[in-house]
């Protein structure tokens, strides 16, 4: 079971719910991944627009929400973001994200880390995402983070687990679940990032954006799954020459 | 009296409350939160807070996102 602060779950497979082509789909996708948890963001509302109602699908289906500060540049915006989040959603879960940069949408570390240290106080159970930073995350982690986020690669990108080697490291030295998030652009990237150790991982770009959203969440709930079992199941190591599966040298002989 | 609600000019008759000018506008509360000058309001206190003449409420909800 993935445990996140006071909760439970049995998926390792978070969504996010940005990207698809309409809310229908999003839940359809939703309800095939088998996730628990999924993000959500904050907008100025259009008055002139009519509203969706989003969230009464979405809490049929009891998962956990997870608003976003996506927008916020600096950490008073980030906890501005934050507390109208939790007023919306009436949840203190929180995936805080700071990336002032509109071309990479990098996390920034500093801001992310002061943002997460007031949130903690102000009683928000802080999901970071941030750079794949070991000593960032053991910081965030310091602060009274309930997990940390760190990314494979930039956000939308699909390029996979770019960052695997100080994955590796985050996750030897965590205390707290390491979700990877941002940049997982396969099935197989996930199930990579299970094998690595990762608590669970988050992908929102790869199953939106592909052709059919609904078999590409089942396909990543099995690679989640796959890449997990694998993992407790201890991996073989690696070696550089070759070491015999069959008994060649005996049947050489014989002859 | 008159607020700005999401920079548009609204006139209200005095003493709306945040609740009072949600209903005005037609506005479902479901995912919806509310800032009067900068300060989020609790979801809680609507029905008490009284606006003032020339607040910035600022009202804001749920969307999709990652």
Known sequence: ML???????NSRLLLGSGKFASPQLMQQAVAASGCELVTLALKRLQLDKPQDDLLSPLR???VQLLPNTSGAKTAKEAVFAAELAREALQTPW???EIHPDARYLMPDPIETLLAAEQLVKLGFVVLPYCSADPVLCKRLEQ?????????????????????RAMLEIII?????????????????????A???????????????????????????????EAGHSAFNAGLAHHSRQAIASSPFTDFVAAL | MQIMLN??????????????????????????????NNNVIAKGHWSEYQLQHLDNVQLFHIVTGG
């Open chain 1, 194 to 224: 299970m094998e690595l150790g990762a608590a669970a991982v988050l992908v929102n770009t790869a199953i939106a954006s592909s052709d059919n959203p609904v078999a590409m969440a089942h396909a990543f709930a099995l690679a989640v």
């Open chain 2, 7 to 36: 920079d548009s000019i609204v006139q209200l008759t005095t003493h709306s409350t945040v609740a009072e000018l949600l209903q005005l506008q037609q506005l479902a509360t479901t995912g919806l939160a509310v800032a009067v």
């Open chain 1, 60 to 62: 049929a289906m009891n």
């Open chain 1, 143 to 163: 602060v009274g983070c309930a997990a940390v986020m760190p990314l494979g690669a930039a956000i939308g990108s699909n390029q996979g687990l770019q960052t």
């Open chain 1, 172 to 192: 030897e030295q965590a205390t707290v679940p390491v979700i990877i998030d941002a940049g997982i652009g396969a099935p197989s990237h996930a199930a990579a």
């Open chain 1, 94 to 96: 929180l995936k805080l």
């Open chain 1, 3 to 9: 445990r996140i602060a006071d909760k439970t779950f």
